[in-house]
């Protein structure tokens, strides 16, 4: 390890009692608590830190903060490897490993800088116009330069870190934790207001931590330690440093994503807080604006403001030499500030004529040399700065004349006044005005939708921003119903004055030079590349980003989109004003996917529901399914079986002896009421004012467009009560449409709605032998056809326990469905499984119950009912009543919806009797002919049939039932697979329905 | 998110609701009604910048359907109340 020679002596808040290790590149470094990455390297000398995305052009680190768009760095490793990081956030730790990015094989030796020396072939909109011939090219194209193009590395291992969510409410939000931002947060706390104030940086301050200012006769920095405290000491307030409010959503939603510090480990890496705040206080700052001029990127050109930081905040010595280049005074406080450092000022570069003033009157130093009017025409060096060329500027800066002046320097600085952070205000739909004294937009309305205080409302001097804030915070408290809104006394300051910018940013190209001037540093775009877009016809703000990708890059182009609007204001001749901004999206940071997963990840991805046999099936080996949110056993496999081998072992046993089946998740609603009958009769399709006590009945719900939206059964269980089963799938929805019906369209009917799914086990025993094996379960009410015949229902005990049983069946076979009180599910499935032991009774799962209901020609609502078929197109026209009305019934009449030739079920067998049916196929009648080969049908669901010993398939054929024995071509193009099939009615097993009552 | 005031339980983040469309429409009478009438019921929606009148069912609290005035420009909820009071009103939240 080398000691930092670029470490100042003295000054500086960081720590240099000890001492920090650290790697970058692989190469070790020292550093100090209170640095970060950034001014860690700095200190260290490393001037060289990444890759552009588009050319490769050495970069280095332009800024102290979250606008960075050079310095991102792939952070540690492995599992916890994280791409795209900003050096300039990331607080130094003893151990850190950081690496460049977007280099091949080092940094130092690029290859891929050699599409710098194609920079001709990518012009703005390059992949529209450039590599699309021949056109079979563009994939390998797209690879290569996908490749060469980008940032860092997605990690590929599971993230051993947890993140976590956490909902609040607050009465005053104060985003940002500079002078403006304490200021509020002092103000509305003060007045009792439960306030959260949330700061991006690693400790409060902002502009404080970098300036050499004076506030209530202390150093600023003193200043905000108290505030701080006195803050901390206030039980109602919440203080989030490392926190970014990132996104302003719908009524005062914010989202902030904390970084937690935990040694241990133990706590989420970071936070993601969803927080309401009945008031906003916007104290966000304004971001330091770069100059364009040629070559204005090489490692060791940085933004002025960001070198004064590293040597007030940091100690930390950006060059030796340097040039500042301003349009504005601003940049004279920090040459003021490093010459005080020991950098030696090689000169003061303004746009303007005349700034001699500013340089006595802000350096107090008149030998530092002032050249006015003129501009940088040249950066010599390619991996750091080696020296400027200066030229005079004329024609008030629309070009550059006379000899040019070198001057040797390691470090450019550059300033072009301040752009407000209005992105907040902006996501929260504030409009923006273009100030023209500040060559920038600030927001139009200071108090809606948020209150903008401070630099972030264009006020830059520290007395105002002190001011603003005060008095943003009392009344934003005020507004919550605390406090009179009267604002406490701003403390007197000594500081710098506000830095009013000369309106000329983009410098012209020297004369008969190319050079690219950067606009958008992360994103390679230049003056230039913006010209040309404007040049090839793009108008509008949007259009000119989207096609040059300028501010399309991970900073969202908080140093670039100005310049980036000036450039197209320039080339249309139009006022900035006048072209306007793009749109300020959500999120203003980069968040992590962990963060916005919080918790609901792996097993907690989703809720999962299990039935009261969940542990049953567990035991028994049972492989599950989700359906709908419920874990469901799909099949058990035993020792040595297939699937396919269980599945059908399952079948064959409902159709031979008795199968038992869980179907708990099936929907449940118990209906109560003096018009139950009615709603009922209103909703299914056939009628049920003759439904007996003691009966069930199945029948078929549409939507009000016509089309069929689920079935099930529902039994009479008193003179005023029913109970209703629907599909598992469509359970929420069913609730949702019959409250719906019985409290907005006829409210005025007396019935009353409570879903009782998950009070209710329930298991289906199927089979020729499932009388006996429910004789077996020892009732307490006769279960012989004449006590309890098809479609009827009774309540008593079942081995001991109470249950309702209907006889209804979806297999075929003789079958009731048996109900118990929750808790007795598994005591009562499990009494049935012993009981059945002697009659051949098999557990079966979803698989084998969708194979019977296929055998049957059972249709459900997915497959079959999708959305577009009709009773009818599923053979069930008979069903509808022609007495009554029904939701969906005047619809279901539409001329197209009983048109011939539609869509019907029917039944496939594979012609071959070997053959199995592809999944998903399309049925067409010749699939020989050249496309497009119109299609005549499609398959729906299909299965093996262990009954028939062939592949079966239930599809949707136009004019299908007119089609019987027709043979028909299964074609599945993705599979590669075809088969023959023949179209047969869509009852495979018994058709003529004797085994469920025989 | 929206945060919308459910008259029964209260303030309660938009994931516990179902929408539930144009609050103002009426289902035509089957005896009376022409074709014209079921296709502007099932199918026609006006889509307003500014206030709008829709249904809400609170799927994860109450089960009710509330009537909420939003506004489709700012998203600002205007007003919430419930849509069936024939069995009783809320209290207050």
Redesign the interface.
């Known amino acids: 390890m080398k000691p930092q020679p670029f470490r100042a002596v003295s000054g500086g808040a960081i720590d240099r009692t000890r001492t920090l290790g650290f790697s970058f590149d692989g190469r070790r470094y020292e550093g100090h608590p209170g640095d970060t990455l950034a001014s860690a390297l700095i200190a260290n000398g490393i001037r060289l830190v990444g890759r552009s995305f588009k050319y490769h052009r050495p970069r280095g680190i332009l800024t102290d903060g979250v606008e960075e768009p050079n310095a991102l760095v792939q952070l540690a490793r492995g599992d916890r490897t994280e791409p795209n990081t900003r050096a300039t956030q990331i607080p130094l730790t003893d151990g850190l490993v950081a690496a460049s990015q977007n280099s091949f094989p080092s940094l130092t030796h690029d290859l891929g800088a050699a599409a710098g020396l194609f920079a001709g072939l990518l012009p703005a909109g390059f992949y529209y116009k450039t590599f699309m011939w021949p056109e079979a090219g563009w994939r390998a194209y797209e690879y290569l330069i996908r490749r060469a193009a980008g940032l860092g590395r997605a990690p590929r291992l599971p993230d051993p870190d947890h993140y976590e969510h956490r909902h609040a409410h607050v009465d005053v939000l104060v985003v940002g934790g500079g002078p403006a931002g304490l200021a509020a947060a002092d103000a509305a706390s003060r007045a009792g207001a439960r306030v959260l104030l949330v700061d991006q940086d690693l400790e409060f301050g902002g502009r404080l931590l970098a300036e050499p200012a004076r506030i209530d006769g202390r150093p600023a920095r003193e200043w905000v330690a108290a505030t701080v405290a006195a803050l901390a000491a206030r039980p109602a307030t919440v203080l989030l440093r490392r926190a970014t409010a990132f996104g302003h ?3 005062n ?1 914010i989202g902030i994503v904390e970084q937690v510090d935990d040694p241990a480990g133990r706590a989420p890496r970071q936070r993601l807080w ?1 927080l ?1 705040a009945r008031h906003i206080v916007l104290a966000t700052g304004a971001i330091e604006r770069p100059l364009g001029f040629p070559d204005n990127d090489r490692p060791g050109v940085m933004l002025a403001s960001a070198a004064q930081a590293y040597v007030n905040r940091f100690a930390a010595l950006p060059g030796r030499r340097a040039v500042v280049f301003t349009n504005n005074d601003g940049a004279y406080a920090a040459a003021r500030d490093l010459k005080r450092a020991g950098i030696e000022i090689a000169a003061i570069v303004d746009v303007r004529a005349r700034p001699d003033d500013a340089v006595s009157r802000i350096t107090g130093d008149a030998e530092v040399s002032c050249l006015g009017g003129r501009a940088i025409a040249r950066v010599s060096g390619r991996r750091a700065v080696q020296g400027v060329e200066l030229m005079q500027l004329a024609g008030s800066g629309a070009r550059l004349r006379g000899a040019s002046a070198h001057i040797d320097c390691d470090l450019v600085l550059m300033s072009g006044g301040w752009t407000p952070s209005v992105h907040l205000y902006s996501q929260a ?1 504030g409009k923006l005005d273009y100030d023209r004294r500040l060559g920038t937009f600030v927001p139009a309305d200071r108090e809606h939708p948020a209150r903008s205080a401070g630099a972030c409302a264009g006020r830059f001097a520290l007395a105002d921003a002190l001011a603003d804030g005060g008095a943003a915070g009392a009344a934003a408290a005020r507004a919550a119903g605390f406090g009179d809104g009267s604002v406490p006394p701003t403390p007197p300051v000594e500081a710098d004055g506000e830095a009013v910018p000369h309106p000329l940013w983009l410098m012209p190209a020297p004369p008969g030079r190319r050079a690219k001037r950067f606009v958008d540093f992360q994103n390679d775009v230049t003056a230039d590349d913006v010209a040309l877009a404007v040049r090839e016809g793009y108008r509008s703000i949007e259009h000119v980003k989207r096609y040059t990708t300028l501010g399309m890059g991970t900073d969202q182009g908080k140093t670039s989109n100005l310049n980036g609007i000036a450039a197209a204001a320039a080339a249309l001749d139009r006022p900035p004003g006048a072209v306007g901004t793009t749109t300020f999206r959500t999120p203003y940071t980069p968040v992590t996917l962990g963060a916005v997963a919080g918790h609901h990840v792996g097993p907690a991805l989703d809720p999962l529901r299990v039935t009261p046999m969940d542990g049953w099936h567990a035991q028994a080996g049972a492989k599950f399914v989700n359906a709908a949110l419920w874990r469901r056993a799909q099949l058990y496999r035993r020792a040595g079986e297939s699937e396919l081998d269980a599945v059908n072992r399952e079948a064959l046993a409902v159709r031979n002896a008795a199968g038992l089946v869980d179907v708990s998740t099936l929907g449940k609603i118990d209906i109560q009421g003096r018009d139950a009958a009615e709603l009922l009769d209103r909703v299914y399709v056939n009628g049920w004012r003759t439904l007996a006590v003691g009966r069930s009945r199945y029948g078929v719900m549409l939507r ?2 016509g089309f069929v939206l689920d079935d099930g059964t529902t039994s009479r269980l008193d003179e005023q009560r029913y109970f209703m089963t629907t599909t598992t799938a469509n359970a ?1 929805r069913i ?2 449409h019959l ?2 019906l019985a ?3 006829w ?2 009917l007396d019935v009353k709605l409570t ?1 009782v799914t998950d009070h209710w086990a329930a298991l289906a025993l199927a089979g020729p032998r499932a009388r006996s094996v429910l004789e077996a379960l020892r009732p307490d009410f006769p279960v012989d056809d004449a006590g309890l015949p098809y479609m009827a229902w009774r309540e008593g005990r079942l081995a001991g326990l109470p249950a309702r049983v209907f006889r209804i069946s979806f297999s075929g076979e003789r079958a009731y469905e048996i109900y118990t009180p929750a808790d007795f599910g598994r005591a009562l499935w499990q009494a049935a499984i012993e009981a059945g032991r002697p009659h051949g009774l098999e557990p079966y799962g979803t698989e084998a119950m969708g194979v019977l209901r296929i055998e049957k020609g059972h249709f459900v609502p997915g497959p079959e009912a999708d959305g577009r078929t009709t009773l009818d197109d599923l053979g069930l026209g008979r069903l509808m009543s022609k007495s009554k ?1 029904c939701i969906g ?3 279901a009449q ?1 001329p197209a919806l009983v048109a011939p030739g539609r869509k019907q079920l029917v039944g496939l067998l594979a012609t071959d009797p070997a053959a199995s049916i592809p999944v998903g196929a399309q049925l067409v009648l010749d699939p020989a002919r050249p496309p497009p080969n119109p299609m005549v049908g499609h398959v729906a669901s299909l299965c093996y049939s262990p009954t028939l010993e062939r592949w079966i398939a239930l599809a949707l054929v136009r004019a299908g039932r007119d089609r019987i024995g027709e043979r028909l071509t299964a074609t599945a193009p993705l599979l590669g697979r075809r088969t023959e099939v023949t179209i047969v009615p869509p009852v495979f097993v018994d058709p003529e329905g004797t085994r469920v009552r025989g | 998110m929206l945060l919308i005031s459910c008259p029964w339980c209260g303030a309660r983040e938009e994931t516990e609701f179902a929408y539930g469309g144009d609050a103002t429409l009426k289902r035509p009478d089957p005896a009376r009604a022409d074709d014209a009438q079921w296709y502007g019921y099932v199918y026609l929606r006006a889509n307003p910048k500014g206030p709008h009148d829709e249904l809400w069912y609170h799927a994860a609290g109450c089960r009710r359907w509330l009537r909420v005035t939003r506004d489709t420009a700012s998203h600002a909820i205007l007003d919430t109340a419930p849509v069936d009071t024939s069995r009783g009103k809320p209290d207050s939240p």
């Open positions: 959503y719908d009524q939603l969803k309401r739909r009000e467009d929420g609730l949702m409250e719906h409290q907005i369209v409210p005025a879903a009305d019934k005047a619809a539409r």
